[in-house]
């Protein structure tokens, strides 16, 4: 198993441009974040999704949209590119009923805005 | 939501207990206490988590105060593969507040 999968790993962008940051899980979990990170600010969430076709907003929303069409997948996307945008994105996942409830991060996506 | 309070850094000697504090004053009865560690720029990695009594597993121990205010992680030998952010974080039961929010951590550097 893959676990958390986030794609792609290193992106560069310019002012104004768009992407898309796929979040892939194959553990079945209900619940998907999307988490960035900048130096000395820890982690800080963005948007969250609690199940197929439902999100929600985190502490730092603006500037992103996310869709959850599929249970396995978690979609971040950056409409216009700013460089305040510049950070390492981690998504998490978390089965709240089953184990130890902990969540399960993927490996982070680096961007950067020019 | 319940917040965290950690210090934001902490000096350890290879070989020697690390004790990481954790604030939580503003915590309910039924949420839980889990702890992560990030080493490098690493995605944050589950170490331990608990309730109300205190915990052991093979990485750490976790120890709560019975008001349940504050809690302390230990690692009982620390080396330097430890050196890492350690962050402590309120997650509430199933079927409340699904955000999960996380503090600055605490930046332990583990030295030899």
């Known amino acids: 198993n893959a676990g958390v999968t986030q794609t792609p790993k290193f992106r560069v962008l310019k002012t104004g441009q768009s992407m898309t940051l796929l979040c892939a899980q194959d553990?079945?979990?209900?619940?998907m974040y999307w988490y960035r990170q900048d130096p000395g600010m820890g982690l800080r969430l963005i948007h969250y999704?609690?199940?197929?076709?439902t999100t929600a907003k985190g502490e730092v929303p603006d500037g992103y949209n996310v869709s959850r069409l599929k249970k396995q997948n978690f979609l971040l996307g950056l409409e216009s590119a700013a460089p305040s945008q510049t950070s390492v994105y981690f998504c998490a996942t978390l089965s709240w009923g089953r184990g130890t409830g902990e969540l399960f991060f993927g490996e982070g996506s680096r961007l950067t805005v020019l | 939501d319940a917040k965290t309070t950690q210090p934001p850094s902490m000096d350890c000697a290879e070989g020697r207990a690390a004790n990481l504090p954790c604030n939580h004053s503003?915590?309910?009865?039924?949420?839980?206490v889990y702890w992560y560690r990030q080493i490098h720029s690493q995605g944050p990695q589950y170490i331990i988590h608990?309730?109300?009594n205190n915990e052991t597993n093979e990485m750490a121990s976790l120890i709560i105060t019975e008001d349940r205010k504050s809690s302390t992680l230990i690692l009982p030998h620390a080396t330097l593969r430890d050196t890492a952010v350690y962050y402590c974080?309120?997650?509430?039961?199933?079927?409340?507040?699904?955000?999960?929010?996380f503090g600055k951590g605490t930046l332990l550097t583990v030295n030899p």
């Open positions: 974080i309120v997650r509430p039961p199933r079927g409340s507040n699904y955000k999960l929010t």
């Open positions: 999704s609690v199940g197929e076709g």
């Open positions: 503003t915590i309910s009865g039924n949420e839980y």
């Open positions: 608990g309730l109300k």
């Open positions: 553990m079945n979990h209900e619940y």
